[in-house]
Every structure is written in C-alpha cells, then in structure tokens.
C-alpha cells in the first residue's frame, strides 16, 4: 500500500546533534521583548528628533539600559537626536506616538508573560505617555471582582 519511511526525520536528526543551537523559552522570550524595546527606543529617538522633551530623553535612557540589559550588556544601535528645522509635524508626531503605544503594547504583553518586572512597568509607563501624547483617552481597566 505504502513504502515505509527509510531515513531518519529531519526533526530527530537535528535532536540528536549537539552542534544543532537550541534556546529556552526564557532567552526566546528575552530576544523578543529586547526587540520590543529596541524598535520602541528607535520611535522615541525619533520623537526626540521630532520635538526634543526631556521625558523623552529619560525614556530614552531607560530603555537602552533594559535592552543592554536583556542583551548581556550589547547596547542598543541609537538614532542621534538632532531637532528637526521649523515647526513640529503634529500628523507625523501623532502617528509616531501610536506606533510607539502599540509597541509599548507588545513589550508588556512579553514583559509580563516572562514576569520581568522592570520591563513590564517601563512598557506600561511608556503606553501611558504615548497615549496621552497622542490625543488618545485613557480608558482604565474595568474592576475585577472575585467570587470566594
């Protein structure tokens, strides 16, 4: 009815090689959410450029410190932040503020499922200020009541 399979699969092959890399959930998780901020430390050097703000600036810093810090110590590639010429864009700076609050968005959804604190409440604080920057309301989280 069938020939039977002869060769080895390639999925028990690459098991069986100790040259085959091989990562924990934990250093995938690690490499995500050190993308997460890196692209939002890219959107916030970007806005610094835009309209230099010292909260920015902090942000900033934070950010490539908990990038270094999920990277062994790399630090992040940065955008030098020179102000541009003339007046502030208000479409493009409130489009860069919506970028940056959905990849704040993705960081904390990381940040939490690894349970790094730091990370999380950075994401979650940068959420904030990117949504009030753009205009957008805050809608708080509904209550959550438990039955017991």
């Given at each position: 009815?069938?020939?039977?399979?002869?060769?080895?699969?390639?999925?028990?092959?690459?098991g069986a090689r100790a040259d085959f890399p091989h990562r924990s959930r934990e250093e995938e998780l690690d490499i995500q959410l050190?993308?997460?901020?890196?692209?939002?430390?890219?959107?916030?050097?970007?806005?610094?450029?835009?309209?230099p703000d010292?909260?920015?600036?902090?942000?900033?810093?934070?950010?490539a410190a908990q990038v270094a810090r999920l990277r062994g110590g790399a630090l992040p590639a940065r955008a030098v932040?020179?102000?541009?010429?003339?007046?502030?864009d208000r479409a493009r700076s409130a489009a860069l503020h919506r970028r940056a609050?959905?990849?704040?968005?993705?960081?904390?959804?990381?940040?939490a499922s690894r349970a790094d604190t730091a990370a999380a409440i950075?994401?979650?604080?940068?959420?904030?200020?990117?949504?009030?920057?753009?205009?957008?309301p805050r809608v708080p989280a509904p209550l959550q009541v438990s039955a017991g």
């Open positions: 009815m069938y020939e039977p399979i002869r060769s080895k699969s390639v999925h028990s092959i690459a050190a993308g997460h901020l890196a692209a939002l430390l890219a959107v916030t050097d970007e806005l610094r450029a835009l309209a010292a909260g920015l600036d902090t942000a900033a810093e934070r950010l932040a020179v102000p541009a010429p003339g007046p502030v609050h959905a990849l704040a968005g993705r960081a904390l959804v990381v940040a950075l994401s979650a604080e940068c959420m904030d200020a990117h949504a009030a920057a753009a205009g957008e």
